[in-house]
Structures are given as structure tokens and as C-alpha cells.
């Protein structure tokens, strides 16, 4: 709290650069890890990759975390977002408000961005059609702005109304980050495959289902957003169960009997 208040705007910025590209690298490191332990036992797709796609999410990768970064210094430098609330509660409210405000939001980009319209700025995004630990934030510039947007704006807004926790912010960016990079390995790690279960927080393959199919699946790490509007894949129960068995699906048009 005291850093930012009195950091330059370089240290502010090389700070920023550090926290981003560190919990990105950290959450690409466990994807990759959750890759190579689960590949043998709950590999999503056994589909090679498209030729150059690894290059092509790190680069796009690379690009994200520093306009990530810069963003973040931006509405720091700008004291756009006050922190003020401390404690455990502050934390928990304001970790809350967050994530059901990216839930909702991300639906509304992710739909918008498969629209006629700007789907051109999401098919940088779809060009990985079996997903990765770098797929999550290989994303076009255009779409890298909406996404930074969902995560500082609400923060900037609910502080204009109520202090908010520093605390619960970081814990929120952790694990949206994490459930960005790390969720679009190629494996299946959360053994939750009823839909009862899964309204908060969904498996893997929920996903990795919309980047083989190209639509429904939305939602980010929940699936309430889908589930009220109706574009849920009702057949990715029944993948999951074959997944989790050891069948990896060898064909991106894999289809339940749902």
C-alpha cells in the first residue's frame, strides 16, 4: 500500500511487470506440469498441434503481460483504484465482488467477440483449436484490452463507492490468472463432472470443449452465465466421465450421446 502511494512511475511499472509476468510463469509452469503428470491418465485431446502454435501463443503471450502490466501501472499512477479495506471479511467481500463482476462481464466480451461483427478480433484466440498452458493468454490486442478492462474496472469502480481490499484484489488476479493459463492445459485435473457441482467452478474440458466446437461453453471459470443463457453443451458431463476413464478424444468433432 505504501509502495504504491509513493513508487515512481518506473518502479510502479517494473513492479507491476514483475507481479503480472511472475504469476503468469508460475501458472504456465503448473499447467504444464498438471500436462506431463496427467497426459498418460486424463489427456483432453490426443490431436496434434497446429505447426508454429506454440510459437505463436508465447509470442502473443509476451504481448498480454506487458499490456497487462502497463494497464495495471496506468490505473495505479492514476490512484483509479483505492485500497483501503483490511481484514479477512474486506478481503472475502471484495475477492467475491470481484469474481461474480468478471463472470459476468467475460460472458458479455466472449459472446460480443464471437459476434459477425469482432469475431476477427477473437480468432487470433482460436487459432488454438487443442489448447495449451500459453493458449490462455495468446490473445489479439484488441481482446487482451477487454480482458485487462474486466479485471481493473470493477475494482475501480466499487473503490469510487467503498474501500476495497488490496488483499482480496491479489488473490482474485492470482486465481484468475491461474484459471486462465494453467486451466487451458491439455488435461483434465478437477474430478467434478456433475452439473450440480460445477455451477462456480468447472472442469477443464469445459473449455477446451468451446475451442474445439467454436461456440456455447462461454463462461470463464463458472458456468452460471451459461446455464441461464442457455449455451451450455449438454454433453460435456459424459466426455468428462470418458476423459477421466483414460479415453482421450482423438477427434475435435468428439460428440456425447447427450
Known sequence: MDFIANASALQLGLACLLVVGGVSLISTGLGAMAERAFSGSTQIWAVPLRDGQLRHERLSYLRFVVLAAASATAFLSLDWIEFGAVGP???ALTFAVQWTAFEIYYYGLHR???????????THHHESHVTTAWTGQSLSVVEALG??????IPPALASQVVPISFDGFMIYFVANTFVNVAGHANVEVSPLNQRALTWIV??????ALHHARFKNNYSFAST???RFCGTEWQDWPELHERVFRGEAMTRLNERGEA
Open 89 to 91: 471479511a474486506a478481503a
Open 112 to 122: 460480443a467477440l464471437h459476434s459477425q461483427a469482432l469475431y476477427r478480433f477473437h
Open 147 to 152: 480482458w485487462i478492462a474486466g479485471v481493473l
Open 224 to 226: 452460471f452465465m451459461d
Open 202 to 207: 468447472h472442469p477443464w474440458l469445459y473449455h
